[in-house]
């Protein structure tokens, strides 16, 4: 499997920005949060009712829990100050140590998506607010050895760690049958595993991708494929298949930087990673849900009605709404 690490031609920008202030409280009047960027977020986070679950699980009685997410990825900047309050110690699959640092810059990116501090009025606002971002590195060219190493990782540890489920951005034409036995191992242990469609453009039903494929026989492996930011259409450069899960925005979303503070992002890799908030969000309120519960309860209130990049063909799957998928545990 190899990593979604392409240039699909949109816009990648660079900000920084820095902390103002010492109050983290949301704004009384005006944007939902009060992290500088999140205008920059504003479009597609609002597309998907993201603001409108924060505030259902702001005023919930029904008491939450962070959520522990494995990253297997690139690994994550240590210090960066949008990341560092909900970034925890993880592994590294070479070393076995927990030294996580971020050499290419993917991890990060999927970290902020994810869970850059919310309310901090610093950057961004991730998806998700209670949660543990647990790095596992796996270099910057992952191989079926570490991506073996990094899954088996979490099986052995979960519960020692805390670790409720996996983010991992890969996606291949090929699989090699020891990494699809240790999906199947994580899937029987209960381990929800959201990984990507892929970035060609194709439509891969029958010229299968991997592991997004697996979802058609294991109910741990969601599959996620892009949208546009507002718009219910999959960019020129989203796979597409009968078997994917669900859709997101990945098209330019902002997120945390491993050489400059924020950028924007585009692939199914950052939609993988908004889909992977949602899902956070539903495990704060209820831990005990299975992968086919989260699944079940995604797609059930995703949006339907999406098209593929020409407008033409109406796709089987939906777009995430997060709003409507944590009324499904917390109705008004």
């Not at 829990?65 to 990341?83: C, S």
Request: proline content about 5%.
């Amino acid at each position: 499997m190899f990593r979604l690490l392409v240039n699909l031609g949109y816009f990648a920008g660079a900000l920084a920005i820095r902390h103002t202030g010492e109050n983290i409280s949301g704004m009384a009047n005006g944007p939902p949060v009060n992290d500088p960027l999140y205008k920059n977020q504003a479009s597609y986070l609002e597309a998907i009712n993201v603001p409108a679950a924060w505030k259902r699980l702001a005023s919930t009685k029904v008491a939450r829990t962070r959520v522990t997410v494995a990253l297997i990825d690139t690994g994550v900047k240590p210090d960066h100050p949008d990341l560092i309050a909900n970034l925890v110690k993880g592994y590294n699959v070479y070393d076995h140590s927990d030294n996580t640092g971020d050499q290419e810059g993917h991890g990060t990116e999927m970290a902020g998506i994810l869970g850059a501090t919310i309310n901090n009025r610093e950057g961004i606002a991730g998806v998700m607010d209670l949660v543990n971002i647990f790095p596992i590195y796996e270099g910057i060219t992952d191989t079926p050895p570490t991506t073996i190493a990094a899954i088996d990782y979490v099986i052995r540890n979960r519960k020692s760690k805390g670790i409720t489920f996996i983010l991992m951005a890969s996606s291949d034409e090929t699989i090699e049958p020891a990494v699809v036995s240790k999906i199947k191992e994580a899937d029987k242990a209960g381990i929800l595993m959201i990984v990507t469609a892929g970035n060609k453009g194709k439509n891969i039903t029958t010229e299968k991708t991997f592991p997004c494929s697996l979802t058609e026989q294991l109910s741990g492996v969601l599959c996620v494929a892009a949208t546009e930011q507002s718009k219910m259409q999959l960019p020129y450069f989203s796979n597409f298949a009968s078997y994917v899960d669900i859709a997101a925005p990945g098209v330019n979303i902002m997120t945390t930087g491993n050489d400059v503070n924020y950028k924007t992002m585009p692939g199914t890799s950052p939609a993988a990673g908004i889909v992977a908030g949602v899902a956070a969000m539903l495990y704060s309120v209820a831990p005990k849900l299975t992968p086919a519960d989260v699944e079940k309860i995604l797609k059930d209130t995703s949006r339907k009605g999406l098209k593929d990049s020409k407008g033409k063909t109406t796709l089987a799957f939906g777009r995430v709404d997060a709003d409507k998928a944590v009324a499904k545990l917390i109705p008004r």
